[in-house]
């Protein structure tokens, strides 16, 4: 069974910086994506950053310049370093991997518990 182990997060005033990271395990063949994603009250879940197993990166606009995504393949474990932090960017975040169990499967979703991110004004 794959599990998504995410830490990090918190409270932190605007203009700080806090990091995450969600290391993952289990039955693990290949990690294709890994990201992060976020959920803010009475909001629907939206990507924040994305990251193939080649280090191609895509970001939302709104994060763009502020944050930055990284992984390191030998341990399974993608990275949010988030500079700059603003209210707006206050929800619960989720780690999430595109991987496959096994050669012969096709790839699957899985996603992490979600650790939440407060920033005060």
């Known amino acids: 069974q794959v599990q998504l182990v995410e830490s990090g997060g918190g409270l932190v005033q605007a203009g700080g910086s806090l990091g995450l990271s969600c290391a993952a395990s289990?039955?693990?063949?290949?990690?294709?994506?890994m990201g992060w994603y976020r959920q803010a009250p009475g909001k629907q879940r939206e990507l924040v950053a994305v990251?193939?197993?080649?280090?191609?990166?895509n970001y939302a606009d709104s994060v763009k310049g502020r944050f930055t995504i990284s992984r390191d393949n030998a341990k399974n474990t993608v990275y949010l370093q988030m500079n700059s932090l603003k209210p707006e960017d206050t929800a619960v975040y989720y780690c999430?991997?595109?991987?496959?169990?096994?050669?012969?499967?096709?790839?699957?979703?899985?996603w992490g518990q979600g650790t939440q991110v407060t920033v005060s004004s």
């Open positions: 289990g039955r693990i063949f290949r990690i294709n994506l």
């Open positions: 999430n991997a595109d991987l496959n169990e096994s050669p012969w499967r096709n790839s699957g979703d899985y």
């Open positions: 990251i193939n197993s080649g280090g191609r990166t």
